[in-house]
């Protein structure tokens, strides 16, 4: 007898692209778990891809999804809606750039965005339009998006992709210096690449692009898509650094779940788009927008910045522990609860045999376990995670 994972799974497989290869049918989720169709509980460390800061199915943020459901669930943008008007001013407030929002529905649009914003701005200033991203980035997977996606992997078979990018070094300032030239209009880069490794960008590093970006009369533009929203402590990941970014965006957890993209400005960048420059139907949803105010309230209410941090620093340290005993593993590393844990071999094989224990992770690249756990984890929670992996490594490395 087959269970109802399996038969969904079946029917998953004739009927849908096989552009992942999943292996839970999720049912239900509650704070940082997750129950499957057959009833099985299971610790959600990956906050389905960066999603739930708040958790699964957050009290507040499923009231304000219902009530502005029953409201109004959209508008278009030829008129105004209320939420999306105050999530804007709010974000604004938020990130003390003193600019503007534009929003659309996903990471990889915002970031669209971000690109044809800079390229409308270069070309009335110098013709420029070249964008520099960061190898082991991670962008998007429009043709843009995977064009300032710096990696082979993802790019393979989707050629010819737009020109206009070029790729230099994480962490490496004289190599960004090398690859900027009379095109260059940006500089787009992750202060924590997410995809590629979970590798926070070095204070040295931020700064040096800040100043490059000065020098050259270049945006500095962040993609948060993955580490914004509270992930590594601060609001933004770049306000954990000394500098202010021109552009930033924000998408994965902005909503818990609901989709939305944002683009983030500052003072000068404000007004490069005009009417009809750029659109997006759906961007600015009321019922996003509802759901994202409410994560916001949320981690103001539950101080979940410091939460991030306190519990990031005790995730590091039970991580630490495991380095600690086995060869095969070589590293922690990340920022607040963003973290990643660097093995010698296939992460795949760890994350399996965490799942055999009840815990989902996820996998990032240059052989690292990532770790995204919902930053309402109470210690308990991380205690049970811990036991967990704590048998998943014994299975793994035989003991
Ligand atoms: C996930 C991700 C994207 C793409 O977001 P989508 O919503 O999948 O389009 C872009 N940048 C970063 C850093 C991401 O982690």
Redesign the pocket.
């Known amino acids: 007898m087959s269970t109802k994972s399996e038969e969904i799974l079946e029917q998953y497989k004739s009927a849908m692209m096989p552009t992942y290869a999943p292996s839970a049918v999720l049912a239900s989720g509650k704070g940082v778990t997750v129950r499957d169709v057959d009833g099985l509980s299971l610790y959600d460390f990956t906050s389905g ?2 999603v739930h800061n708040v958790g699964h199915c957050h009290p507040k943020v499923v009231k304000a999804i219902q009530s502005q459901a029953g409201k109004l669930t959209h508008s278009s943008n030829l008129f105004v809606n209320e939420p999306a008007t105050k999530l804007a001013a709010k974000l604004v407030e938020l990130s003390g750039l003193g600019g503007k929002v534009f929003f659309c ?7 669209e965005a971000a690109i044809k914003l800079a390229r409308k701005w270069g070309s009335a200033n110098g013709g420029r339009y070249e964008v520099v991203t960061m190898r082991s ?6 043709l843009a ?1 995977l064009a300032a ?1 710096a990696q082979a992997w993802c790019q393979e078979g989707y050629d010819p992709l737009p020109v206009g990018f070029a790729y230099a070094d994480f962490n490496d300032i004289e190599s960004v210096r090398a690859a900027v030239n009379e095109r260059t209009v940006a500089i787009m880069l ?1 202060p924590v ?3 590629g490794g979970v590798t926070p960008a070095t204070e040295e590093f931020m700064k040096g692009v800040r100043a490059l970006c000065d020098e050259k009369n270049l945006l500095m533009i962040c ?5 914004g929203m509270g992930r590594t402590g601060t609001w933004f990941a770049w306000q954990g650094y000394d500098v202010k970014p021109d552009l930033f ?1 924000l ?2 957890a902005i909503a818990d779940g609901i ?1 939305m ?1 944002a683009l983030v400005s500052n003072a000068k960048f404000a007004d490069v788009f005009t009417v009809s420059s750029h659109a997006s139907t759906f961007g600015g949803n009321p019922v996003a927008a509802a759901a994202a105010l409410a994560v916001i309230d949320v981690i103001e209410g539950e101080k979940l910045l410091d939460r991030a941090v306190e519990m990031g620093n005790l995730l590091k340290e039970a991580l630490q522990g495991f380095v600690d005993k086995y060869d095969k593993l070589l590293e922690v590393r990340g920022k607040g609860l963003m973290v990643g844990l660097v093995v010698d071999g296939d992460p795949k094989e760890i994350v399996e045999a965490f799942r055999a224990q009840g815990l989902l992770a996820l996998t990032a690249g240059g052989g690292v376990v990532r770790f995204l756990p919902p930053l309402v984890l109470q210690e308990d929670d991380l205690e049970d995670a811990t036991d967990m992996m704590s048998d998943a490594f014994d299975c793994v490395f035989g003991e």
Request: glycine share 20%.
């Open positions: 891809i960066g529905n996903s990471g990889a649009e915002a970031n980035g991670f962008h998007g997977r429009t998006t996606t992750e690449q997410g995809e993609d948060e898509v993955q580490c965006t998408a994965k989709p993209g």
